[in-house]
């Protein structure tokens, strides 16, 4: 199984300010197609998780332009600008090249 | 507007079998692409993929636990079905279905408890 990587576990940020999320996945998620099958989903608390980013930089609809992914085959980043309070949850990051599909540990983010 | 709403029986026992319905609207799952997924995820911890199925009626499974899932569809009535066989307290937790599209809509969870 592919397994994800999170880091940090948990981060408090100042309302305005910007937070970043790395994830890192044990087998490149880059796609013979040229896609690489990362994405980040945000659980904010009690409710379902939310696509934020699919296939590593496209923003799903809806989500405020605030974030954004970057990332390599491997190495893969959340940005967050401007962190608001509604930002609050469990971030995680997802696999989604191959079976069986496997999320990151989760990135409690928290304002300060 | 795509929605997505799951049901189950909230609580069973050690060794039976439990049945989870997905009822969408919004989307078929007899469009070219379409699928629907289930994760699900015990309180306080992460989530974990259980299966999917495609529009095609192909189906992917998580080899941890293969045995023991079945996942349909009643393409007719707009459902996803899955099935979990011979439950342990291991697998209480919350249960999502989510369209694979990315999973970029969600259910809003149904819970279950395995407890005797």
């Known amino acids: 199984d592919i397994v994800m990587t999170q880091a940090p576990l948990s981060v408090s940020v100042t309302p305005g300010e910007s937070a970043s999320i790395s994830c890192r996945s044990s087998k490149s998620l880059l796609h013979s197609n040229g896609i690489t099958y990362v994405y980040w989903y945000l659980q904010k608390p009690g409710k379902s998780p939310q696509l934020l980013i699919y296939?590593?930089?496209n923003l799903a609809s809806g989500v405020p332009d605030r974030f954004s992914g970057s990332g390599s085959e491997t190495d893969f980043t959340l940005k967050i600008s401007r962190v608001e309070a509604e930002d609050v949850g469990i971030y995680y990051c997802g696999q989604l090249l191959e079976n069986p599909y496997t999320f990151g540990a989760g990135t409690k983010l928290e304002l300060k | 507007q795509v929605t997505l709403k799951e049901s189950g029986p909230g609580i069973l026992q050690p060794s039976q079998t439990l049945s989870l319905t997905c009822t969408f609207s919004?989307?078929?799952?007899?469009?070219?692409?379409?699928?629907v997924g289930w994760i699900r995820q015990p309180s306080g911890k992460g989530l974990e993929w259980l299966a999917n199925?495609?529009?095609?009626?192909?189906?992917y499974y998580n080899p941890s636990l293969k045995n023991r899932l079945t996942i349909s569809k009643d393409t007719s009535n707009n459902q996803a079905f899955l099935k979990i066989t011979n439950v342990d307290t291991a697998d209480t937790a919350t249960y999502y279905c989510?369209?694979?599209?990315?999973?970029?809509?969600w259910g809003q969870g149904v819970m279950v408890t395995v407890s005797s």
């Open positions: 989510a369209r694979e599209r990315g999973f970029d809509y």
């Open positions: 919004g989307f078929s799952l007899s469009t070219y692409g379409m699928g």
């Open positions: 296939r590593m930089s």
């Open positions: 199925i495609w529009w095609d009626d192909d189906k």
